[in-house]
T-cell receptor, first 115, second 111 residues
Framework: DSGVTQTPKHLITATGQRVTLRCSPR?????VYWYQQSLDQGLQFLIQ???????AKGNILERFSAQQFPDLHSELNLSSLELGDSALYFC??????????????FGPGTRLTVL | QKEVEQDPGPLSVPEGAIVSLNCTYS??????FMWYRQYSRKGPELLMY????GNKEDGRFTAQVDKSSKYISLFIRDSQPSDSATYLC???????????FGKGTKLSVIP
């Protein structure tokens, strides 16, 4: 158990809908990362937050947004869902400090299925 | 060319074999190199990391980085069925805090 929690575990929804994925980082971790994992694209970095502020953006679609709250939990919002958004969504957290290397601890993931 | 290329396998070996997993990368600015292991239906977990070129050994696992050829390797000695998982290489440190993951190699160790 990495100490990172994600809810829900599974989500099934329809095209055009909006969903929110939730992540609680390890106690004391300030950084939260979101990743999307699909069979054809592998693990793709979406976005990073550090202590409530956006730090880095990766391959995140405009239909997707995220935020990190004062209690450091984070939410990833996915809107106008398409079939291609079906994937595993992982959250990871890392220790305080912004050194170039910080081990990222991954949560168990949320499996999103868009029908 | 993708930033990180990794043969997806699957790779199937008998128990006790030596396994070699490899990645190539294109960004010469990468400074540190991670290997993550992901069991089925689980999140990735850090297995090993190395900084710059060279070797690092941890038990049955050895990570090797050759920055001149932009080549990363993970060797597993005396492989066990419990090593069956997907192995993802993830270089990082190219001016940001993010990691760039390879697609992963699925390994099966047959008893």
């Amino acid at each position: 158990d990495s100490g990172v929690t994600q809810t829900p575990k599974h989500l099934i929804t329809a095209t055009g809908q909006r969903v929110t994925l939730r992540c609680s980082p390890r106690s004391g971790d300030l950084s939260v990362y979101w990743y999307q994992q699909s069979l054809d694209q592998g693990l793709q970095f979406l976005i990073q937050y550090y202590n409530g502020e956006e730090r880095a953006k990766g391959n995140i679609l405009e239909r997707f947004s995220a935020q990190q709250f004062p209690d450091l939990h984070s939410e990833l919002n996915l809107s106008s869902l398409e079939l291609g958004d079906s994937a595993l969504y992982f959250c990871a957290s890392s220790a305080p400090g912004l050194s170039s290397y910080n081990e990222q601890f991954f949560g168990p993931g949320t499996r999103l299925t868009v029908l | 060319q993708k930033e990180v290329e990794q043969d997806p396998g699957p790779l199937s070996v008998p128990e006790g074999a030596i396994v070699s997993l490899n990645c190539t990368y294109s960004n010469s600015a990468f400074q540190y190199f991670m290997w993550y292991r992901q069991y089925s239906r689980k999140g990735p977990e850090l297995l090993m990391y190395t900084y710059s070129s060279g070797n690092k050994e941890d038990g049955r696992f050895t990570a090797q980085v050759d920055k001149s050829s932009k080549y990363i390797s993970l060797f597993i000695r005396d492989s066990q069925p419990s090593d069956s998982a997907t192995y993802l290489c993830a270089p990082g440190g190219a001016g940001s805090y993010q990691l760039t993951f390879g697609k992963g190699t699925k390994l099966s160790v047959i008893p």
